[in-house]
């Protein structure tokens, strides 16, 4: 086990004590509730746009909006939006997203209750530059940062403003870069160094972000920035802001964020959350206010976990998939290094039997009820002594009916279990049995649940059972193993949310560019509004397409730009031959796949 903790324990839910931080009439941290928030796509110089869509966001309930400020000029039409919005009688927390301009900064501060800084890039310029920095070098760069820092954290102590200290993982300065590399810790450290700065100034009223648009990553870096706040003692408890940035769209983007901020809700991290969709930014609320819903209402008592756990069996600073035997089940390879399986009843499979062939990457693969699987409560010893007592490795399930969270219940069966027998992951010990009025409530605990194990290198294969309608379970588990990255089975797009800083139509041209590119399995395509995360978000991704100037789009491979300044209205066919170019291009199937 690592020896930094994050979390007191890993099976009973006890959410993470902080201070409060307060952002004009709304506190984060302490004994608030867990906040929802937003970012306007409206250009911050159209003040009556941006007073709109803000009136539009609260009457969906968000709590705290926050509004990009490009430059100093931008930033000084904060006080007309702030001025009309309260003219309209509404009082909203308001933030200004900086990048880049700490000049920008200081006249926000003037005018909106919170300042979010990115540590990557408010002093530091990101060249991509290799460099090795000596540590007086190291020391003269922080140097840099107090200069250009202590006047903004004077201004909000002196007007009672709060502050984010915002990493993003695409942001990360060279500085940085090279001497921790693009990793976790360097997010952390990044974060850190600018929080050091402010305690100097005895301004303490500031919360945390960790964003990336990897889950994988995003959860490291939060869990080890936890850790590391709790290892400098008690007076580093600041409120943690949630976020995965660059969700994307749609079913995507809405598993890929519940991965990412509902693995950290259950463990009890997580004060206030922004959902990233590229999408209108009031679709993002519904799917914030599902996942804080079960905390702020307070958890059923039946959930309160497990009593005298083992160890977790995993580092939770880094992923490695649990070691297990492979076994066939039904003809299809289980465990191991292999692909991870999609289980189903009996049910669902015989009401798709008949079609099974056009399903196209949807399809179902074991039968659970054929697939001999040992389901046990993983707190039975004599059970557990059963199976690990067996000469030939077993698959394992966690038995529904119990009254354990989902979880809390693996984890404690990975902890006890040996890990020669592979283990079938599920969403819930409920099954569905009839069809869910509302069922985005369903997909987010199904990509709670599962891409939080899966995330922690838990599990072999995956039974939704959430879910009644069979074409729709089926998807969920695939969609599911894409957006953990554990079964690349279709195009991974890393789109971001879109904002005033944007230089393009974002949720018009991710669909193009979706139609276009929809069918090149295993490829990953970065859709980016501005240069702000661009390269750095692009670093995983094959090809990206970023806004370089008003209706002019930029090419990537990986993070390396090769084309430049192409007219918006020729760029995702200039895209299609840049695939092309590096030999990742095969031509659509002739007819269109059933997905269910």
Known sequence: MHPLQYCPDLYHYQRRETREVRVGKVGIGGGNPIRVQSMLTSDTRDTEACIQQTLDLVAVGCEIVRITAQTRPIAENLQNIKAGLLAAGCDVPLVADIHFKPDAAMEAAKWVEKVRVNPGNFVDKKKFAIREYTD?????ELGRIEEEFIPLVELCKSKDRAMRIGTNHGSLSDRIMNRYGDTPLGMVESALEFARVARQQDYHNFVFSMKASNPKVMIEAYRL?????????????????????EAGDGEDGRIKSAIGIGSLLADGIGDTVRVSLTEDAVYEIPVAQTLV????EGLPAQFEGVSNPSPVSYDPFEFERRQSSVLKVNGVSVGGHETMAVFTSRRKWDAVAHKIDK???????VVVEDSEVVALDPRDDAAITYVNSSTSPCLVTVKDGINLPVIAAFRLLSSRLESRHPILLKDTFTPATEPKVDFVPTLLAAATNIGSLLCDGIGDAILVQGEEAPGQSFRISYNILQ?????????DYVACPSCGRTLFNLQTTTQKI???TGHLKGVRIAVMGCIVNGPGEMADADFGYVGGAPDKINLYVGKTAVKFNIPEGEAVERLIDLIKEHNRWVDAPTAPVEAA
Not at 225 to 238: E, F, S
Not at 359 to 365: A, F, S, V
């Open 514 to 516: 979706r139609a276009a």
């Open 293 to 296: 819903q079960p905390y702020n």
């Open 359 to 365: 399903l196209g990457d949807y399809k179902p693969e």
């Open 225 to 245: 920035l936890v850790a590391r706040l709790n290892d400098l003692g008690g007076d580093w408890n600041y409120p943690i802001h949630l976020g995965v940035t």
């Open 483 to 491: 957006a953990a990255g554990t079964r690349i089975f279709k195009t």
């Open 136 to 140: 007086d070098q190291y020391a003269e």
